[in-house]
């Protein structure tokens, strides 16, 4: 007797969303199965890794990874191309870190320069990410949406606090939206209800369930994505069928395991092999978890999270 391989079959789909312009443009989202079995549906769309630049240059970045851009991280249009043309960045994430209070608190006019010289730059898509400040996100992401009009890109995060000004300013831009909540599948499904009673199209929002690192919530964000991702395609509950963003990077490069010098723990081994493998694993565990868009920092950490993919498809 043969062995027959059990399969669910799912009510729901996640909603493909893409950004970009002309033949490098992306799409994120499709699928109607659980991530990588592909055996139980359809997979159209690859999970997409997006390399994080600042405005400004990342001083609060170990110098294992602060390392890798010194020559480029001066000038963000210059960090921008770097990805692009030398370490074949599909996608590029913009934070626009000085334009916090507490960073430099650059205007959003400032914001909106810096903007149109990295578009202007590259012909890859383009992630434009504030500050995470509330208030000041408000007004930057609005000017960054008109900076960008034209260029499809993905702009965020909304927040509970601030949602209605650029969500306004996406739509106004036809712009795609990330919807960030923390860590609760109620709040996550909150918001995009909110952020679409606005008028705003679902198949155009990207939701951000907030991240953490390996070893610091991991199996609790795993939890969270998993749960919005099965909401989504076992209960066909639309509210929960966006692609889902996982942003590894920042909450990564900030742990002990990433920083802490080899003469204090000799035992943990390498210290930059260890941050590159932190990151990995991160980024690995949350794709499985069902994330779509990856936001990176370590170009040997999203080699290998690249080939992971390639091995699991």
């Known amino acids: 007797m043969s062995y027959v391989v059990p399969k669910e079959t799912c009510n729901g789909k996640v909603l493909s969303v893409d950004f970009g312009t002309g033949d490098k443009a992306l799409a994120i989202g499709g699928e ?3 991530p990588f079995l592909s055996f139980e549906g359809e997979q159209p769309n690859r999970p997409v890794i997006a390399y994080e630049i600042q405005d400004c240059p990342p001083d609060d970045w170990p110098d294992t990874v602060k390392e890798v851009y010194k020559d480029v991280s001066g000038d963000p249009v210059s960090w921008a191309k770097h990805c692009q043309d030398k370490l074949g960045a599909k996608a590029i994430a913009l934070r626009l870190v000085s334009t916090h209070p507490d960073r430099g608190d650059k205007s959003a006019e400032d914001a909106s320069k810096t903007i149109k010289d990295v578009l202007a730059a590259i ?8 500050s995470n400040n509330i208030e000041k996100d408000s007004a930057v992401l609005v000017a960054a949406a008109e900076a960008a009009s034209g260029n499809n890109c993905i702009i965020g995060k909304a927040q509970e606090g601030n949602y209605k000004t650029i969500v306004a300013a996406a739509l106004a831009h036809n712009h795609k939206l990330i919807a960030m909540s923390e860590l609760d599948i109620n709040l996550a499904k909150q918001l995009n209800i909110l952020i679409t ?8 929002l990207i939701t951000d369930p907030m991240c953490s690192g390996l ?8 939890s969270v994505m998993e749960r919005i991702r099965l909401a989504g395609l076992m209960q066909n509950d639309a509210t929960m069928q966006p692609p889902i963003l996982g942003d590894v990077g920042m909450y990564v490069w900030k742990v002990k ?4 010098p080899e003469s204090d723990v000799p035992e943990w081994g390498a ?5 590159i493998i932190w990151e990995t694993v991160t980024a690995t565990s949350l794709i499985l978890a069902g994330a779509n868009l990856l936001i990176m920092r370590h170009p040997q950490a999203v080699d290998h999270v690249e080939k992971s993919i390639d091995e699991l498809k």
Do not use: H, S, W
Request: net charge negative; proline share 3%.
């Open 215 to 222: 070893g610091y919530g991991l199996e609790y964000t795993y």
């Open 197 to 204: 009673q606005m008028g705003f199209d679902k198949e155009k």
């Open 123 to 130: 012909n890859i898509p383009l992630i434009i990410l504030g």
């Open 257 to 260: 395991e990433v920083v802490a």
């Open 32 to 34: 109607n199965t659980m």
């Open 271 to 275: 210290l930059e092999e260890r941050g």
